[in-house]
């Protein structure tokens, strides 16, 4: 509180409203300048910490940022830009402070960040901070938190699943954080055992990683109690077996950057829903699933692409009249992008994205049922399903996997003997396999499904020439 009150002190050379572009790795610093912009008055214009020049450029031209918090390495950035920049690794610049600014409200815009996209600029979001006080008050009913709970976060904080996880949540506990300025696999789990961290937030790609790791079963993960994932689909088998060797609850929230919460899995949820389903529709979330041509399927449970109105969603797109209109129905619903049902005991169950279908032959197939499928084979750590280009059937399905330590390569022919035998329809079975190190990853942690469809096809336009 002291150094983030002396921070502000420096920061009151800005007028209250002024956007303050923050770009620091993952760490107590960057949630000490939060604070610090937030007791100046000041918006936070909020870039993860693996962004690239082109996007931080775009952040914060777009935002008309009046300084950039970042080390020396930016120094260039901001005199291109013309901003001042404030490097945490010198001593602020101390000013006689001006009046305090005026508390800022619950619903007053507090944080811009972007969409965590992979591909083209990205979107920027507005956030009061209303609605991530709101967001705490459904992980702590639903995760039965307590105060004192150890958290660990392994999110880039500037995106909406680290903000709350690491930002929000914790502090209005009075709870300590964990954090790690990069993610890797051993040093999360020596850091779970070292810490006795109670309460986990990580994406479906990253708890993966962790039970892939030959480290798992070398430390003593008793502590954990409840494991909040998601941010892109939940492996079920995985996550399932991520229950089975901690003892924790895996808990998840659906819902977007934009979008909030519309659903969510409790602890005391029956297990097979807790792991298949993203959850009830929260209560104070209104939902409604819409068809291809716009009707309302909500009262058939769906399937349709979901939309919401509620305490959890942004204030939409800063300065983006036009993909607000994408993000928006004409009569105000916002939209998720992802295809929902919604069965009679209120559960919603997600299909996959609008945007991640395959289609093979005029038939949609899922990309996420084809990825679930794929990392039950034994040798897979990791999948990914995206569309290979084809002059015949249109589209056809390709899988990237990452392997399990020390197994055997599978061949096509294995995976689709494994898919056969699971039951699963041959319009799912890949028709490309390609196995990688290592998938690529988006700024927000997840897997850069753009990077992976530009790949197919360089390799598929290699193999035709």
């Not at 969409?115 to 990205?122: E, H, Q």
């Not at 979107?123 to 938190?145: C, E, G, N, P, Y």
């Not at 999110?155 to 699943?161: H, L, M, V």
């Not at 492996?235 to 060797?245: G, L, M, T, Y």
């Amino acid at each position: 509180d002291e150094r983030s009150t002396a921070r502000a002190a420096a920061l009151s050379r800005f007028e209250p409203g002024a956007k303050l572009a923050v770009l620091v790795p993952d760490g107590p610093l960057v949630h000490e300048v939060f604070v610090a912009a937030e007791k100046a008055g000041l918006v936070v214009v909020g870039i993860g910490p693996r962004a690239g020049e082109r996007e931080i450029e775009h952040l914060i031209r777009a935002t008309g940022a009046a300084a950039l918090v970042a080390g020396p390495a930016h120094a260039e950035t901001a005199r291109g830009l013309g901003i001042p920049l404030l490097d945490l690794s010198d001593e602020w610049p101390r000013v006689e402070p001006r009046p305090s600014a005026p508390p800022m409200a619950s619903t007053d815009l507090f944080l811009l960040n972007s969409t965590s996209g992979t591909t083209g600029l990205p979107k920027i979001v507005m956030h009061s901070q209303a609605r991530w006080v709101f967001f705490h008050r459904l992980a702590v009913t639903a995760a039965d938190l307590r105060v004192g709970d150890v958290f660990m976060s392994v999110i880039p904080a500037p995106f909406g699943f680290g903000l709350w996880t690491a930002h929000f949540t914790p502090a209005l506990l009075g709870s300590p954080c964990v954090l790690m300025q990069r993610f890797d696999p051993e040093s999360c789990l020596e850091l779970i055992a070292r810490e006795r961290v109670a309460v986990l937030a990580c994406v479906s790609t990253q708890f993966v990683m962790l039970l892939n790791s030959p480290a798992f079963d070398r430390h003593d993960l008793s502590s954990l109690r409840v494991m909040f994932t998601g941010g892109e689909m939940v492996p079920a088998e995985r996550a399932a077996e991520f229950e089975d060797r901690t003892g924790c609850a895996v808990l998840q929230f659906f819902g977007s950057n934009e979008t909030g919460a519309l659903s969510g899995t409790t602890r005391r949820d029956p297990r097979e829903r807790r792991l298949r389903t993203a959850g009830r529709v929260i209560p104070e979330m209104n939902v409604r699933l819409f068809a291809d041509d716009g009707r309302d399927v909500t009262g058939a449970g769906g399937p349709g692409v979901a939309a919401c109105r509620g305490p959890t969603n942004c204030y939409g797109y800063y300065g983006g009249d036009d993909a607000n209109g994408q993000l928006y129905t004409e009569d105000g619903w916002m939209r998720t992008g992802d295809i929902c049902t919604i069965d009679a005991d209120g559960y919603l169950t997600v299909a996959g994205r609008s945007s991640d279908f395959i289609i093979r032959g005029g038939k949609n197939v899922s990309a996420a049922v084809v990825e679930d499928e794929v990392a039950s084979h034994p040798a897979v750590a990791l999948a990914a399903a995206v569309a290979a280009p084809d002059p015949v059937f249109g589209e056809r399905v390709c899988v990237y996997v990452e392997l399990r330590p020390g197994v055997a390569e599978p061949t096509l022919d294995d995976l689709r003997a494994h898919l056969a035998a699971r039951g699963l329809g041959k319009e799912s079975w890949p028709e490309h396999l390609v196995v990688v190190d290592t998938l690529p990853r988006s700024s927000g942690a997840k897997i850069a499904k753009g990077a992976l469809r530009a790949d197919i096809r360089r390799r598929l336009g290699a193999s035709e020439q």
